[in-house]
Protein backbone atom coordinates (compact mmCIF):
# COMPACT_ATOMS: atom_id res chain seq x y z
CA UNK A 1 0.00 0.00 0.00
CA UNK A 2 1.71 3.30 -1.26
CA UNK A 3 -1.50 5.61 -0.52
CA UNK A 4 -1.77 8.89 0.44
CA UNK A 5 -4.94 9.87 1.87
CA UNK A 6 -6.13 13.28 2.37
CA UNK A 7 -9.90 15.07 3.50
CA UNK A 8 -11.57 16.36 2.43
CA UNK A 9 -10.93 16.10 -1.03
CA UNK A 10 -12.74 20.35 -1.29
CA UNK A 11 -13.33 22.84 1.43
CA UNK A 12 -14.67 26.30 0.85
CA UNK A 13 -14.40 28.40 3.77
CA UNK A 14 -15.03 32.18 5.30
CA UNK A 15 -12.09 34.04 6.30
CA UNK A 16 -13.39 34.06 10.19
CA UNK A 17 -13.96 30.10 9.83
CA UNK A 18 -11.77 27.50 11.66
CA UNK A 19 -11.29 24.31 9.65
CA UNK A 20 -8.64 21.72 9.61
CA UNK A 21 -7.04 19.16 6.75
CA UNK A 22 -5.83 15.82 7.26
CA UNK A 23 -3.76 13.56 5.51
CA UNK A 24 -3.20 9.97 6.74
CA UNK A 25 -0.78 7.18 5.67
CA UNK A 26 -0.10 3.70 6.53
CA UNK A 27 3.44 2.57 5.20
CA UNK A 28 4.99 2.85 8.44
CA UNK A 29 6.65 6.13 6.91
CA UNK A 30 8.11 8.36 9.93
CA UNK A 31 8.22 11.67 7.58
CA UNK A 32 5.81 13.57 6.88
CA UNK A 33 5.10 17.09 4.72
CA UNK A 34 2.95 19.81 3.94
CA UNK A 35 2.83 21.72 0.63
CA UNK A 36 0.97 24.19 -0.78
CA UNK A 37 0.41 24.61 -4.60
CA UNK A 38 -1.09 27.75 -6.48
CA UNK A 39 -2.47 26.41 -9.51
CA UNK A 40 0.40 26.46 -12.22
CA UNK A 41 3.21 26.55 -9.93
CA UNK A 42 5.40 23.38 -8.49
CA UNK A 43 4.48 22.49 -4.81
CA UNK A 44 5.71 25.06 -1.85
CA UNK A 45 6.89 23.32 1.33
CA UNK A 46 5.54 24.39 4.43
CA UNK A 47 6.24 22.41 7.20
CA UNK A 48 8.30 18.94 7.81
CA UNK A 49 7.93 16.27 10.58
CA UNK A 50 9.85 13.99 11.80
CA UNK A 51 9.15 11.13 14.08
CA UNK A 52 5.82 13.14 15.28
CA UNK A 53 7.90 15.97 15.99
CA UNK A 54 8.24 19.59 13.67
CA UNK A 55 11.10 19.42 11.96
CA UNK A 56 11.01 22.35 10.02
CA UNK A 57 8.57 24.90 9.11
CA UNK A 58 9.09 27.62 6.38
CA UNK A 59 8.49 30.70 7.89
CA UNK A 60 4.62 30.21 7.64
CA UNK A 61 2.41 32.37 8.92
CA UNK A 62 0.47 31.43 12.43
CA UNK A 63 -2.62 30.95 10.58
CA UNK A 64 -1.97 27.73 9.38
CA UNK A 65 -0.82 25.36 12.49
CA UNK A 66 0.41 21.57 12.12
CA UNK A 67 -0.30 18.93 14.11
CA UNK A 68 0.74 15.37 13.83
CA UNK A 69 -1.03 13.00 16.78
CA UNK A 70 0.66 10.05 15.72
CA UNK A 71 2.91 8.26 13.01
CA UNK A 72 0.30 7.79 10.58
CA UNK A 73 -2.13 11.05 11.09
CA UNK A 74 -0.95 14.44 9.82
CA UNK A 75 -3.66 17.35 10.50
CA UNK A 76 -3.28 21.04 9.21
CA UNK A 77 -5.61 23.56 11.17
CA UNK A 78 -6.86 26.82 9.46
CA UNK A 79 -7.88 29.80 11.39
CA UNK A 80 -8.30 33.26 9.43
CA UNK A 81 -7.14 32.69 6.41
CA UNK A 82 -7.04 35.25 3.64
CA UNK A 83 -8.27 35.03 0.18
CA UNK A 84 -4.90 34.25 -1.35
CA UNK A 85 -4.48 31.23 0.59
CA UNK A 86 -6.31 29.53 -1.65
CA UNK A 87 -4.65 26.87 -3.23
CA UNK A 88 -4.08 22.94 -3.28
CA UNK A 89 -2.80 21.74 0.02
CA UNK A 90 -0.53 18.23 -0.76
CA UNK A 91 0.04 16.09 2.03
CA UNK A 92 3.60 13.77 1.56
CA UNK A 93 5.18 11.37 3.50
CA UNK A 94 8.72 9.12 3.11
CA UNK A 95 10.50 6.51 4.91
CA UNK A 96 12.71 9.01 6.69
CA UNK A 97 13.95 12.45 6.15
CA UNK A 98 16.80 10.80 5.14
CA UNK A 99 20.57 12.23 5.63
CA UNK A 100 23.31 11.82 2.62
CA UNK A 101 20.30 9.70 1.18
CA UNK A 102 16.97 11.03 -0.09
CA UNK A 103 14.08 9.23 0.25
CA UNK A 104 11.14 9.57 -1.92
CA UNK A 105 8.53 11.43 -1.39
CA UNK A 106 4.61 9.94 -1.38
CA UNK A 107 2.18 12.85 -2.56
CA UNK A 108 -1.38 12.22 -1.26
CA UNK A 109 -3.99 13.66 -4.14
CA UNK A 110 -4.50 17.16 -2.25
CA UNK A 111 -7.26 19.47 -0.30
CA UNK A 112 -8.41 22.02 -2.52
CA UNK A 113 -9.04 25.22 -0.52
CA UNK A 114 -11.16 28.38 -1.24
CA UNK A 115 -11.34 31.35 1.35
CA UNK A 116 -14.07 33.14 0.35
CA UNK B 1 21.58 28.41 -3.61
CA UNK B 2 20.15 25.66 -5.58
CA UNK B 3 17.42 26.89 -8.81
CA UNK B 4 16.22 23.87 -11.21
CA UNK B 5 15.00 25.55 -14.90
CA UNK B 6 12.13 24.50 -17.21
CA UNK B 7 11.84 26.39 -20.12
CA UNK B 8 9.48 24.69 -21.39
CA UNK B 9 6.35 25.57 -19.68
CA UNK B 10 4.35 23.59 -22.96
CA UNK B 11 5.10 21.10 -25.23
CA UNK B 12 2.53 18.81 -27.71
CA UNK B 13 3.48 15.37 -29.03
CA UNK B 14 1.76 13.31 -31.32
CA UNK B 15 0.37 9.64 -29.47
CA UNK B 16 3.18 7.44 -30.25
CA UNK B 17 5.96 9.95 -30.92
CA UNK B 18 9.14 10.42 -28.66
CA UNK B 19 9.18 13.89 -26.67
CA UNK B 20 12.03 15.00 -24.72
CA UNK B 21 11.60 17.29 -21.67
CA UNK B 22 14.38 19.96 -20.70
CA UNK B 23 15.88 20.62 -17.29
CA UNK B 24 18.96 22.61 -16.19
CA UNK B 25 20.03 22.96 -12.40
CA UNK B 26 22.64 24.99 -10.44
CA UNK B 27 24.85 23.89 -7.66
CA UNK B 28 28.23 24.07 -6.08
CA UNK B 29 27.42 20.23 -4.33
CA UNK B 30 28.79 17.50 -6.02
CA UNK B 31 26.41 14.85 -4.29
CA UNK B 32 22.58 15.43 -5.05
CA UNK B 33 19.31 13.83 -6.70
CA UNK B 34 17.15 14.81 -9.74
CA UNK B 35 14.04 13.26 -10.09
CA UNK B 36 10.96 13.59 -12.59
CA UNK B 37 7.22 13.98 -11.25
CA UNK B 38 4.11 13.67 -13.10
CA UNK B 39 1.37 15.59 -11.83
CA UNK B 40 -1.56 14.09 -14.05
CA UNK B 41 -4.92 16.99 -14.19
CA UNK B 42 -6.53 16.60 -10.70
CA UNK B 43 -4.37 13.19 -9.81
CA UNK B 44 -1.86 13.20 -7.16
CA UNK B 45 1.79 13.65 -7.85
CA UNK B 46 3.81 10.84 -8.25
CA UNK B 47 7.61 10.16 -8.44
CA UNK B 48 8.50 9.12 -12.43
CA UNK B 49 12.18 8.74 -12.07
CA UNK B 50 15.06 9.56 -10.27
CA UNK B 51 19.05 9.81 -10.32
CA UNK B 52 21.93 9.88 -7.99
CA UNK B 53 24.69 12.34 -9.24
CA UNK B 54 27.07 10.06 -8.08
CA UNK B 55 25.75 7.52 -10.95
CA UNK B 56 27.14 8.09 -14.28
CA UNK B 57 24.37 5.90 -15.73
CA UNK B 58 21.41 7.55 -16.96
CA UNK B 59 18.02 5.98 -15.30
CA UNK B 60 15.84 4.15 -16.71
CA UNK B 61 11.80 3.34 -16.16
CA UNK B 62 9.83 1.73 -19.36
CA UNK B 63 8.98 4.32 -21.71
CA UNK B 64 10.88 7.12 -19.19
CA UNK B 65 14.60 7.29 -19.69
CA UNK B 66 16.68 10.63 -18.70
CA UNK B 67 20.31 12.31 -19.97
CA UNK B 68 22.12 13.49 -17.24
CA UNK B 69 24.89 15.41 -17.70
CA UNK B 70 26.51 16.05 -14.90
CA UNK B 71 29.39 18.99 -15.74
CA UNK B 72 26.54 20.42 -17.91
CA UNK B 73 23.90 20.66 -14.86
CA UNK B 74 21.47 19.24 -17.20
CA UNK B 75 19.14 16.38 -16.49
CA UNK B 76 16.18 15.81 -19.60
CA UNK B 77 13.47 13.30 -19.56
CA UNK B 78 12.63 11.66 -22.63
CA UNK B 79 9.48 9.99 -22.72
CA UNK B 80 8.82 7.37 -25.60
CA UNK B 81 5.55 5.69 -27.60
CA UNK B 82 3.85 8.91 -25.78
CA UNK B 83 0.74 7.79 -24.50
CA UNK B 84 -2.44 9.76 -23.93
CA UNK B 85 -2.06 8.92 -19.75
CA UNK B 86 1.07 10.99 -20.35
CA UNK B 87 -0.89 14.14 -20.39
CA UNK B 88 0.28 16.12 -17.15
CA UNK B 89 2.50 18.32 -15.94
CA UNK B 90 5.67 17.60 -15.23
CA UNK B 91 8.45 18.68 -12.63
CA UNK B 92 12.13 18.55 -12.32
CA UNK B 93 13.49 18.80 -8.69
CA UNK B 94 16.41 18.70 -7.22
CA UNK B 95 17.72 17.20 -3.90
CA UNK B 96 20.33 17.03 -1.59
CA UNK B 97 20.08 14.33 1.30
CA UNK B 98 17.59 15.41 3.49
CA UNK B 99 17.47 19.35 2.28
CA UNK B 100 13.99 20.18 1.10
CA UNK B 101 13.20 19.41 -2.67
CA UNK B 102 13.73 22.33 -5.17
CA UNK B 103 11.42 22.09 -8.09
CA UNK B 104 11.39 23.83 -11.83
CA UNK B 105 7.99 25.51 -12.72
CA UNK B 106 6.93 22.31 -14.95
CA UNK B 107 6.20 21.57 -18.56
CA UNK B 108 2.49 20.87 -19.11
CA UNK B 109 2.80 17.77 -21.83
CA UNK B 110 -0.04 17.75 -24.15
CA UNK B 111 -0.73 14.31 -25.80
CA UNK B 112 -2.25 14.19 -29.47
CA UNK B 113 -4.51 12.00 -30.43
Known amino acids: DTEVTQTPKHLVMGMTNKKSLKCEQHMGHRAMYWYKQKAKKPPELMFVYSYEKLSINESVPSRFSPECPNSSLLNLHLHALQPEDSALYLC???????????????FGPGTRLTVT | AQTVTQSQPEMSVQEAETVTLSCTYD???????LFWYKQPPSRQMILVIR??????QNATENRFSVNFQKAAKSFSLKISDSQLGDAAMYFCAYRRGDDKIIFGKGTRLHILP
Open chain 2, 51 to 56: QEAYKQ
Open chain 1, 92 to 106: ASSQDLGGTFSYEQY
Open chain 2, 27 to 33: TSESDYY
